[in-house]
Every structure is written in structure tokens, then in C-alpha cells.
């Protein structure tokens, strides 16, 4: 009996053991998946990744498009936007290179654009775009390089567009030739309407001259001053009359950096009016185009005036609002609306142009190369330090490699159901795209983000609180 009682424990104490062992074993190989899992975002080498998709982009463009807006990726020639270059994507991309490090290719950069460009040219170009475009980027490289040079094309193409706010409201006019001063485009929106102040206002405060500044902020207050009763503002309005001619609200393109420069007007500059224009705009977005579905969180259309809804749309521009939501200080409707965005990318394996988020179905397939999901990435990553959106960033990353890469750059998709390539790739690729996706894995210490603004186009500006 003896011998069975001490047989019988050293049974229980091996199964013990055993157990034991294998809980162990099971707790090890916990801990090692998530070793691996964590691995798997090695932030360096993306970054270095990143960084390589931006110099096959770019040597795309030097050995096809050199001297010119465009690269046409598949065609391998060029695309300049009003007939004669304006060296948009050198200009463009000049601020990421030198946040990427790439001496050499920025050297060469600087060199084509400050002996080549000028705008003394008998051309009429959109004010909104030459702005966000051509100078932010100027602004930008001059603040990051030191050259004055680029000051001084600066302030040449800030007197040139000077004249297109010469409107009966103050609110400028779509177009400017930038020779003659003759304006063009009478009915606008209020993203070309009110996405001026970071430019304008930092071209005063590089100057001096507050000529620039009075400029911009007006044509925003006046247009903030024709909101409706509800807080909203609508899709179109005449700049000479005042008049609104397409009373639907949203935050898609045509209004979408109205609310941002807003935000933004008060965080580079500290302008008071700009703080309280955005508290009273984001109150009214929230209340009534803010749309809790089934689907997820996402942001809708309705009437300006009555608030009553009109469409479940949402698209790859709306996708830049997490990040004001985030730099606005609500984390919470970020996140969420990120994670919707998220969703609507992964429909297809790569972010359509528009959803209609009540059913989830594609309404316009096209992808042409759009940096706002990334943007909203990089400043959710910043605020939260939550690895998933270097996750997202990896998966947005490895989606355009993919489906967008060709030998001479990359090329937006005409569908991104069939991913059939469409023969474009915008200057925002150099200097969104690429730049948000480098700068979600490089170190923190590349660029300093309590310290500056970007502008819509993603040009960084230096903050300056002296209003």
C-alpha cells in the first residue's frame, strides 16, 4: 500500500509538473508572438522603404518629366498644368527630400528651381491650388533651407495673386492670370475661399508686410459671416454677390480646408478670431453631419439651412479629418473616424475614391495617389503612440507598392476593383504621400510637430504665435 501511495503521488506531481511545463510553454509562446508581432513594425527600415519608393519616384520624374509639373508615369512623358511649367513637382517636393536626408537631391532641386522658375507668365491659374502648392512649398524650403531666394519667389507670386481678392465681398476669385492681374471665376467654394491664411499669413510674417495677412483673413471671415443660422456653410457661393448657389454642407472637397484653416489659422498664428471660428464651426459639423451608422462613425451631407441629410457619402478626402479632430483635441471622433477610413480602405485592398457608407458600396473607384488617411495616421500616432497605426501605415504602404508602382514612378488607378492604372502621378505624392508615410516611422527627432503647421499640401510651417 505504501509503495501504491508513493506511486500514486509521484504520478500527480510529474502530471503537475507537466502541466505546469506546458502552461509554461504556452505563456512563452504567448510572450514570442508578441515579440514578433511588435517585430514586425520595424520603424527604420520602413522608413528607409519609404524613403526608396520616394527616390524611385523621383528619378522617375528626373529622367521623364525634368523641368516640368508632371511625371505621366505609364507613358513616361510629362504633364504641365497650364501649358508651361511652374515646376510643381520640384517645388512640391523639395521639403520632403530635405526632411528624408537627400542632400544631393535637394541640392539638385534648389538649383532648377531657383534658376528656372518665375512666374512672370501670361497664364491664368487657380488661386487656391498656385497657393497651397507652389507657395507653401516656397515658404516651407525657405524656412528649411535658409536661401533667400526662395523668399523672394515667394513674395513675387504672393503680389501676383494679390489682385484675385479684388472682389465686391473681399473673397477671391477662382482664377488669376499671373501677368495681366485679370481674375476669373466668380462662383466658388469655400475650401479655395477660405485655404489661404497659413500662406498668405506667414508670407506677412516673413515680409513684414501685413498686407498678405489682411488679405486672407478677410476673404475667411467674410465667408465664415455667411454660415447659416445652424452653423453650416454650403458647397458653392458667388464671390461678387455673397450668394449662396449650392446650399449642401460637408467636409469633403469644396469646403474641407475651410474648417481646417480655421484650426490651423489659430494654431500657427494664434488668431483669437480663427480659435472661435473653428469652436463654433466643429459644434455645427459634429451636431448635424457627425453620423453614428451601423457601418461605423463617418461624417455626412445636409442641408446648410436646415440640417436635414442628404447623402451617406464619404471619400478619400473626408479622410483628413481625423487629423484635425486630433490636432482640435478630440481623440475620441478621431479615432473612430480613423478607423472607419481604415475600413473603407480595405474594401478593395486599397482606398476608393467615395463610399456610400449606409451600404458600404463604391461609388466612384478611382485612387489617385491621396494622402489624407496617412495624414490622419501619422497625427493619431503622434497624440496616441498606439502601434496600430504604424500597422495601418505598413498596410497603406505595402498597398501602393503593389497595386501603384510602375518602372518609372507611381501611377494613380483608374479602378481600384480591377486596379487598372491611370497614366497621373500628382505633386502630391512627393509631398504628402510619401512625406506622412516617412515621417509615421522616422525618428520624432526628423521634425518637431508642437513646433510647426502643416499647410494643406503638407508643407511644414513654423509655428508663430505673435497675434
Known amino acids: 500500500m505504501k509503495s501504491f501511495l508513493v506511486s500514486f503521488i509521484a504520478l500527480i ?60 508615369p505609364i507613358s513616361k512623358t510629362y504633364f504641365d498644368w497650364y501649358g508651361t511649367s511652374l515646376y510643381m513637382t520640384p517645388v512640391d517636393a523639395f521639403d520632403t527630400m530635405t526632411l528624408m536626408g537627400l ?9 532648377l528651381i531657383l534658376n528656372h522658375l518665375s512666374f512672370d507668365k501670361d497664364i491664368s491659374v487657380k488661386t487656391f491650388e498656385i497657393t497651397i502648392r507652389m507657395l507653401g512649398g516656397l515658404l516651407s524650403a525657405y ?16 503680389n501676383r495673386l494679390l489682385p484675385s481678392f479684388n472682389s465686391k465681398t473681399g473673397m477671391p476669385y477662382q482664377y488669376i492670370n499671373l501677368k495681366t492681374g485679370k481674375t476669373s471665376g466668380v462662383v466658388s467654394n469655400p475650401a479655395e475661399i477660405g485655404t489661404l491664411l497659413v500662406e498668405f499669413g506667414t508670407l506677412s510674417k516673413l515680409t513684414g508686410n501685413p498686407v498678405y495677412y489682411n488679405k486672407a483673413k478677410k476673404a475667411l471671415v467674410k465667408l465664415y459671416n ?16 455673397g450668394k449662396w448657389e449650392d446650399t449642401e454642407s460637408h467636409i469633403s472637397g469644396g469646403i474641407d480646408s475651410y474648417y481646417e484653416y480655421q484650426l490651423k489659422g489659430w494654431k500657427l498664428f494664434g488668431d483669437k478670431d480663427c480659435k472661435r471660428m473653428w469652436e463654433t464651426s466643429i459644434k455645427a459639423v459634429n451636431k448635424y453631419l457627425a453620423d453614428s451608422a451601423r457601418t461605423g462613425f463617418w461624417y455626412a451631407q445636409a442641408d446648410m439651412n436646415t440640417g436635414k441629410r442628404t447623402s451617406t457619402l464619404f471619400g478619400a478626402l473626408d479622410a483628413f479629418f481625423p487629423a484635425e479632430l486630433a490636432l482640435g483635441g478630440d481623440l475620441k471622433r478621431a479615432e473612430a473616424l480613423e478607423t472607419s477610413c481604415y475600413k473603407m480602405w480595405n474594401l478593395e485592398g486599397i482606398e476608393p475614391e467615395q463610399i456610400n457608407f449606409g451600404s458600404m458600396k463604391i461609388t466612384y473607384p478611382g485612387y489617385v495617389l491621396r494622402p489624407e488617411i496617412i495624414e490622419s495616421a501619422y497625427y493619431l500616432y503622434h497624440y496616441t503612440h498606439n502601434e496600430k497605426y504604424l500597422e495601418m501605415g505598413k498596410t497603406f504602404l505595402d498597398d501602393i507598392v503593389k497595386y501603384c508602382r510602375t518602372d ?60
Open 13 to 72: 506531481l510529474i502530471a503537475f509538473f507537466v502541466l505546469s511545463g506546458s502552461s509554461y510553454c504556452f505563456s512563452l509562446s504567448s510572450h514570442t508572438k508578441k515579440d514578433v508581432t511588435d517585430q514586425r513594425i520595424d520603424k527604420q527600415k520602413l522608413a528607409e522603404e519609404v524613403k526608396a519608393q520616394f527616390l524611385h519616384a523621383w528619378e522617375g520624374y528626373k529622367k521623364y518629366a525634368w523641368g516640368h509639373d508632371e511625371l505621366k
Open 103 to 111: 542632400k544631393k537631391e535637394a541640392e539638385e532641386d534648389k538649383e
Open 143 to 158: 524656412e528649411l533651407d535658409g536661401n533667400k531666394r526662395f523668399l523672394s519667389l515667394a513674395q513675387d507670386l504672393g
Open 226 to 241: 455667411r454660415r447659416s443660422k445652424i452653423g453650416l456653410v454650403g458647397s458653392t457661393i458667388n464671390v461678387d454677390t
Open 408 to 467: 518609372a514612378g507611381f501611377a494613380e488607378l483608374k479602378s481600384v476593383v480591377t486596379k487598372e492604372k491611370n497614366d497621373g502621378m500628382e505633386s502630391f505624392f512627393l509631398a504628402e504621400t510619401l512625406k506622412y508615410l516617412y515621417l509615421l516611422f522616422a525618428p520624432e527627432k526628423t521634425l518637431d510637430f508642437n513646433k510647426i503647421i502643416f499647410n494643406t499640401e503638407a508643407h511644414p510651417i513654423k509655428i508663430s504665435l505673435s497675434r
